[in-house]
Every structure is written in structure tokens, then in C-alpha cells.
């Protein structure tokens, strides 16, 4: 009965190990994706550090996990102590990085916000400045996904593109093009920039944003919470398996 109950909790650990396995290609593939998708994931990410630094982040945990769940599945299959402790321990750490990172992502979350990047876009937004690369940022944003200032267009009043640009109510990146794919050219830039709204985006990059990423982000937040299920269970079968290995 013993030798049954310890055969079941080997092939059960080898199993949340190879859906371990799995999450961690998953998350090595989204960091991937971030750091090389051409529809403007990029640019967002580059505008905030937080950002920038949680895609590497994505990316070390993906690596590791995919490692860790390649090791506790050939830690079950051959009932090895060593390799059973040395995975409990390293997926413990790795568990309690993924609790600070979620606190961390908690106490920071004002920093994802829409004062936050309004703040920002009011204080560091230049326009025309293509060498600085919080400007060029945002115009890639703005250029890809159609929109206008963070709520809206209204957000460049009282900024520094303003205060040099006094000329202009918005920047070029906000101006409407045709709608032929790859065409740059303008609809009348004369008449945008004088803030005519016929002529310019009026939606925010916020809204923009989120309504484009809205089931992406579902997902990951649930691919976050059935990782961390299938690692604790995994950590209890590790245990278990290792207490039952004569």
C-alpha cells in the first residue's frame, strides 16, 4: 500500500512538474514577445521603468522555472534525494520572489496610473526631439495606436512640448492619417496642429492601451495565480516524495 501511495505522489509530482515546465516556456515566451512584438509593446514598456524592469524580470522567473520543472521531473522519475531537496529549496525561493514581486507590484501601482503618466508626459514631452528617447517613445505609442496625450489631447496644455511649441495644441503624432496600412502622410497637419478636432486623435493612449491589452492582462494575472497553485503543490509532492524515498 505504501509502495502504491508513494508510485502515485512520484507521478503526480511529475506532472505539476511538466505543467511547471510548460509556465515557464510560457513566460519565457511572453518576455520574448515584449521585447521583440512590432505593434508598439515595446514602446510602452520602454516608457516606464517599472515596466521595463518587470519584462526581465518575466524573463529570469520564466528561465528558471523552465529549468526547475525540467529538473523536478527527472528528480521524481529517478526517486533522487538530492535532486528532490535541491528543487524544493530552489522552487521555495522562487515562490517567495514571486509573493515579493506581487507585493512590490502592489505597493507600486500608482506608478501604472493615469496621473502618473500624465505627470510624466506634462513634465518630459518635447515633441520633435527624436534623440530623447521619452519623446520618441511616446510618438511611437501615439503613432501606433492612434491616440492623443494620455487622456486626451488636452493633456499637452501647460507642459513643456507647450512651453516650446507655443504655436502648435498638439504634437504631429496626434494628427489623423489615412487610413491605408503604412501610409504616414497626414490628413491636413496645418489644421491638427492648430487644434482643429476633425484633423486630429482625441482618444487617450491610456484608454487606447488598455482597451488593446484588457485580455492579455486577464490572462497573465491568471497565469500568475495557477503558477503559483501548481508550485506549491509541487513543493508538498517534492516532500512527500523525498520523506517516502528509503
Known sequence: MEGDCLSCVKYLMFVFNFLIFLGGSFLLGVGVWVLVDPTGVREIVAANPL????????????GMLFLLGFLGCCGAIRENKCLLLFFFMLILLIFLAELAAAILAFIFREHLTREYFTKELKRHYQGYNDTDAFTSTW????????????????????????????????????????????????????QCLTGNMMFRNNKGCYSAVVDYFELYIYVAGASAIVVLTIELFAMVFAMCLFRGIQ
Not at 515596466?51 to 520564466?62: D, K, N, P, R
Not at 503613432?143 to 489631447?153: Q, R, W
Open 139 to 190: 510618438n511611437a505609442i501615439m503613432n501606433t495606436f492612434d491616440c492623443c496625450g494620455v487622456n486626451s489631447p488636452e493633456d499637452f496644455k501647460e507642459s513643456l512640448f507647450k512651453s516650446l511649441n507655443p504655436d502648435n495644441m498638439v504634437p504631429v503624432a496626434c494628427c489623423q492619417r489615412p487610413s491605408q496600412p503604412g501610409d504616414m502622410a497626414y490628413l491636413s497637419q496645418e
Open 51 to 62: 515596466l521595463f524592469t518587470g519584462v526581465y524580470i518575466v524573463l529570469a522567473m520564466g
